[in-house]
């Protein structure tokens, strides 16, 4: 962290419940390798959580499991900052400050609101509501420059670069206007049961997403089972949704453009290819369990690393909401 002229890389994910292919994909795989790039902050957003009603000691477990999944993947607390964001309290005070320069109707515009609370009808609390303004401020207090994040995330994150530019032209010169880290390949994961949605930790039919702890013959059974389209012929294509998720998938593990996998497969039935993407993922994901049993066992090791980081997140953090709030006219 102390090279002053690398960009800060930002992130945080949700730890509520299992991690899926599908973050993995649009944002894990990124957040490693911009360690060697970027100066990197992480955290679990388990503030966040809270906007759907979570079940305590199912919490505790997710947030454990979560900060032992992410550093298996490859998040090196020695590169990285990697922290809890309920433990870094500026977070929600500078929420609160953003609340009151985000309007209703720009909240109103979220898609991720609509969709959640059409699904959570009984439970459409204002923590959803103003969700966004929480995420601008784990962003903007940091002075992010990128923020690796899938598809889903790029309507919160042009809010956030709207909320800064906005408090930026009251008072200049507070926040950094970042700018979303979307990947070619793997922005936008599908279910395998449904490839016109994204796959999703809550989706009802479980052969539908591929969680990053799913053992072997769990993730070659749900690729088998993919649904795809009668052509019989392995192409990227307008209308193939199933095929071009599977070779979206391939491509990002493998590193294999489009054409290639097109190449690769011509002549070959949907069956050879769909266990082809579940061997891939399954090689690719097996040195990441391993390392996750072996990491959840050592809760200590787990305490060390998120209270240091969390206590680096503090100061680094208390410097721009301080700033906020002195030209916002507080008596500090
Ligand atoms: P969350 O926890 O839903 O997802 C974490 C990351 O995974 C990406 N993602 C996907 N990418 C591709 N295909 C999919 N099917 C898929 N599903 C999820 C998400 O885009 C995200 O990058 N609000 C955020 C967490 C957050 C945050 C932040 C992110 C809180 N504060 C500040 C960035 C910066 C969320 O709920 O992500």
Redesign the pocket.
């Known amino acids: 962290m102390e090279n002053e002229k690398r960009k800060i890389a930002?992130?945080?994910?949700?730890p509520?419940g299992t991690i899926?292919l599908?973050?993995y994909?649009?944002?894990?795989k990124n957040w490693v390798d911009m360690q060697e790039k970027f100066d990197c902050i992480f955290a679990l957003?388990d503030l966040?959580t809270i906007t759907v009603r979570q079940e305590p000691a199912k919490m505790r477990k997710n947030i454990l499991d979560a900060y032992a999944s992410i550093l298996a993947c490859g998040i090196d607390v020695e590169k990285s900052l990697f922290f809890i964001?309920s433990h870094v309290h500026t977070h929600a005070e500078l929420a609160w400050i953003l609340n009151c320069y985000t309007q209703f109707g720009e909240l109103s515009r979220m898609t991720?609101f609509k969709d959640k609370s059409a699904k959570h009808a009984d439970n459409i609390n204002a923590g959803l509501f103003t969700?966004p303004a929480?995420?601008a401020a784990?962003?903007l207090l940091y002075q992010a420059d990128l923020?690796?994040?899938?598809?889903?995330?790029v309507q919160?994150?042009e809010l956030t670069r709207d909320i800064a530019n906005r408090f930026n032209g009251l008072y200049p010169n507070v926040f950094k206007v970042p700018e979303a880290y979307v990947p070619k390949t793997?922005?936008?994961?599908?279910s395998l049961q449904d490839p016109t949605r994204?796959?999703?930790k809550s989706d009802e039919n479980v052969n539908g997403c591929v969680h990053l702890l799913d053992d072997a013959d769990t993730i070659m059974r749900k690729f088998k089972r993919a649904v795809t389209d009668s052509e019989a012929v392995v192409r990227y294509a307008e209308g193939k949704d199933g095929i071009n998720n599977l070779i979206d998938i391939y491509s990002t593990i493998t590193g294999l453009s489009r054409e290639q996998i097109e190449k690769d497969f011509d002549g070959k039935g949907y069956g050879d290819f769909k266990a082809a993407v579940g061997e891939a993922v399954v090689e690719h994901l097996k040195p990441i369990r391993a390392e996750y049993e072996k990491l959840i066992k050592d809760k200590a090791y787990l305490e060390e690393c998120y209270r240091k980081a969390d206590d680096i997140a503090l100061r680094i953090s208390q410097r721009t909401l301080s700033k906020a709030k002195k030209k916002i006219g507080f008596i500090l």
């Open positions: 930002l992130s945080l994910i949700q509520s899926t599908g973050n994909l649009g944002a894990l957003a966040h964001q991720q969700y929480l995420m784990d962003i923020v690796p994040v899938g598809a889903d995330q919160h994150l793997g922005a936008r994961v599908m994204k796959m999703s």
